[in-house]
């Protein structure tokens, strides 16, 4: 199936043709379609839970604040990227942005550290639902074990996305709305029936620290756990090409990733933050497992196997949609004939309308960096590391190429646009994600081995060199003749050449 042949199906091939693309996906995935495709990437419930023991033990109840904080500072990222999705709605999202409102050059870099973000968030995500599948039926899993279960959940989650978009969709509503009523639902119970914590816990920070120190650095160290959480809003445009009226639709979306996932995160985060019935248990390394620990004592052995169940789906949703954009973006960069294999990586099946062969490459990659991990088991720990501190830089490289850009004359063209607030909106995105990137890459383990307290900014630096001597032995920017540089256009040159 081609683009759509009327009503917005016209505008919208209108369009691409104007920007230099044909599209042979299924246009056929609807504004809450898009928007659970991020939501469930984002995915409140798999961010909350899989990282509150670390976060609580850094921080204490007051951790809860650094869900809104960093909620409030990804809105402006995202909000920069419903204005350029809005004038440049093409699939794969990081690349194709980056790449017209910067360059090529840019652009392969973007997309080399978002995609390799997106492979290790892969195997992370599926590597930590492992223990959660294993619980469900009654056992805590070998290394073995655990390894199968990541790895064919990954499995299934190709199959699932190389059935097609409809399904995708489908999956990605199904998946929104366990996550959304499991998240009310915990919450609301919780700060119910199962409050040990007073109110005032938000913001008693005395006995959280020592009587000299500041509580500040603890509070810096426990916004990890938020921002691994609030990513996922770039996937609306990762699909760009597969919904109607994309410059209008996925602005909306996006938004509604940020305010539904953040408003879920924070509430369901609220009830376990309460619910914790001993603060220095978690805070000493005692209870290791506080969420677990709370949950069988707020609703028994069956409640907790209920909402294990909750949280498989979640994180099931959340692979499909993770490696949905993996596929894009793969797919993106074969189009513009800028990675090895692109003749391939491009094709669309014929009956599905989906890249299968980037399918199984966003597939195979963490598969193997998951399977790897039997033998591998500390470096593996270290490259995971890179999962949301890659994901921050190729978005802060979009944000800072939106200010090259706008520096250069660009106004925004598309339907959604700030106007007047555009530019300072864009430097505190900026502002935001750098301070979000240091934070992230501060080593706070002096008593851990050198490579693990600096583990973040090891592999954030590895991937980067990687990329950067690849694309100067091989020049693959230099392949292709799509737009490049050019946002600053208000409209593309109608004799601009073309890519199928």
């Not at 759509?4 to 299924?26: C, I, K, M, N, P």
């Not at 009654?138 to 990541?150: F, H, K, M, R, V």
């Not at 996550?179 to 959280?208: C, K, M, N, T």
């Not at 490459?361 to 033998?375: N, Y």
Request: proline letters at 5%; glycine letters at 10%.
């Amino acid at each position: 199936m081609t683009d759509q042949t009327t009503g917005s199906g016209d505008a919208d091939a209108a369009q691409l043709r104007a920007l230099g693309y044909v599209s042979h996906f299924e246009r056929s995935m609807t504004l809450w379609e898009n928007f659970a495709l991020g939501f469930t990437y984002l995915s409140p419930v798999v961010g909350v839970y899989t990282i509150f023991a670390t976060t609580f033990a850094a921080g204490g109840p007051p951790m809860w604040w650094t869900y809104l904080l960093v909620g409030i500072g990804q809105l402006g990222v995202c909000l920069i990227f419903g204005e350029i999705v809005s004038q440049f709605p093409i699939s794969g999202g990081i690349y194709p942005w980056a790449r017209r409102l910067y360059g090529k050059r840019w652009a392969w870099m973007a997309g080399w550290v978002y995609g390799w973000a997106l492979f290790v968030t892969l195997a992370a995500i599926a590597t930590g639902a492992a223990p959660f599948i294993a619980q469900l039926f009654g056992s805590e899993g070998t290394p073995a074990q655990l390894t199968s279960i990541a790895i064919g959940l990954i499995a299934l989650t190709t199959l699932l996305n190389l059935s097609g978009t409809r399904l995708l969709a489908r999956f990605a509503m199904f998946g929104f709305i366990c996550e959304l009523v499991g998240a009310i639902a915990v919450g609301s119970y919780l700060l119910a029936f199962a409050r040990h914590q007073p109110w005032s816990a938000l913001i008693d920070v005395s006995h959280l620290h020592a009587a000299n120190a500041s509580y500040w650095p603890a509070f810096l160290a426990s916004a990890l756990g938020a921002m691994f959480c609030y990513y996922g809003f770039e996937a609306c445009g990762d699909v760009a090409e597969e919904t109607p009226d994309a410059g209008r639709t996925i602005p909306k979306s996006m938004r509604l990733t940020i305010y539904v996932g953040g408003a879920a995160a924070l509430w369901v985060c609220l009830g376990l933050v309460l619910a914790v019935p001993d603060v220095e248990a978690v805070m000493s390394g005692k209870d290791k497992d506080p969420v677990v620990t709370l949950l069988k004592a707020a609703v028994g052995e069956l409640g907790l196997r209920v909402v294990i169940a909750i949280v498989t789906v979640s994180f099931v949703s959340a692979l499909l949609s993770l490696q949905a954009a993996a596929s894009r973006l793969l797919f993106a960069y074969a189009r513009d004939e800028m990675i090895v294999g692109s003749e391939h990586l491009r094709r669309l099946s014929p009956g599905r309308h989906v890249p299968a062969v980037a399918l199984l490459v966003a597939g195979g990659i963490p598969a193997l960096i998951a399977l790897s991990a039997m033998w591998l088991q500390d470096a593996i720990a270290t490259i995971i590391s890179f999962a949301s501190v890659g994901i921050y830089i190729a978005f802060q490289m979009i944000v800072f190429a939106a200010l090259v850009a706008r520096l250069r004359g660009w106004r925004p063209a598309g339907s959604f646009t700030l106007g007047a607030w555009g530019w300072p909106v864009n430097l505190l995105a900026q502002l935001y994600g750098l301070c979000a990137i240091v934070n992230m890459s501060w080593p706070r383990s002096p008593a851990d081995p050198w490579y693990s307290n600096y583990g973040v900014l090891l592999t954030s630096l590895g991937v980067i060199g990687l990329g950067l001597l690849y694309m100067l032995l091989w020049r693959p920017y230099d392949r292709g003749r799509a737009p490049a540089g050019d946002a600053h256009q208000v409209m593309v040159a109608v004799g601009a050449p073309i890519s199928d």
